[in-house]
């Protein structure tokens, strides 16, 4: 009690206070972790992702904090962060962390993403098994960098995958996981889950549109995705 109340009227101390009560991990590592179980409960809620088949990360510094293994989104409080460096080595928590966790830090070892995206969505995953990459239905993939790749199938937690995988995300923000799933990453939580969303929005659309029967849809070119490339380049919102 002699703490807080010393601490009442000095911001920074409070801080300090919660950090030891708390978990022991400084304020921007408890806001990046709160603001990841909240994207990955979003997941699970706008359909994204099924029970523990998805997984979230974002980075700290040097710090990758991830979601746990096997444990559902809506059991992660504050108690359950995990947090690795950027080899792999735990540095916060004890619950182990997800099994795609090779995915996660090849993104962080080879681009400037701060924050990954990993779901099971539905449309998204059908699409992984028909096509080798999602043809260019919709100029959103102007967004992701141009036609979306799938990348080959490999087991799911393995060195190979994650290799597959950044192959399939050269000059992209964006792929598919053959048999697997989807992965992206952003500058931000939000926006590598938007770039989720975006991908199996369009993998919807796709699906949709080759399923009518006599018919096949027509794609863009992709001189005219690149086009509007230039134009988010330049204008920063699409229309
Ligand atoms: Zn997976």
Redesign the pocket.
């Known amino acids: 009690m002699a703490e807080q109340g010393r601490d009442a009227g000095d911001g920074q101390g409070a801080r300090d206070v919660r950090a030891v009560r708390g978990r022991g991990v400084p304020d921007d590592v408890a806001r990046a972790w709160d603001e990841l179980v909240a994207t990955a409960r979003r997941s699970v809620a706008d359909g994204l992702v099924v029970g523990t088949?998805?997984?979230v990360s974002v980075r700290v510094g040097d710090t990758v904090l991830v979601t746990p293994t096997g444990v559902p989104y809506d059991r992660l409080t504050p108690d359950t962060v995990v947090g690795v460096d950027l080899d792999g080595r735990q540095v916060l928590g004890s619950l182990r962390p997800t099994s795609?966790l090779p995915m996660h830090l090849a993104v962080y070892g080879a681009t400037g993403a701060r924050a990954v995206v990993?779901?099971?969505a539905v449309h998204a995953t059908a699409v992984s098994t028909l096509v080798p990459e999602l043809p260019l239905i919709h100029y959103m993939s102007a967004a992701l960098g141009g036609a979306v790749r799938v990348a080959p199938y490999a087991t799911?937690g393995t060195q190979e995958l994650a290799e597959n995988m950044l192959r399939a995300l050269a000059d992209r923000t964006a792929c598919l996981?053959q048999n697997?799933?989807t992965l992206t990453y952003g500058a931000t939580l939000s926006e590598a889950y938007d770039r989720t969303a975006q991908l199996e929005w369009m993998c919807r659309v796709w699906l949709t549109a080759s399923t009518v029967p006599g018919l096949t849809p027509t794609l863009l070119s992709r001189e005219q995705v690149a086009e509007v490339e230039e134009r988010l380049r330049g204008y920063g919102q699409p229309g």
């Open positions: 088949s998805g997984n795609e990993h779901t099971h799911y996981l697997h799933g």
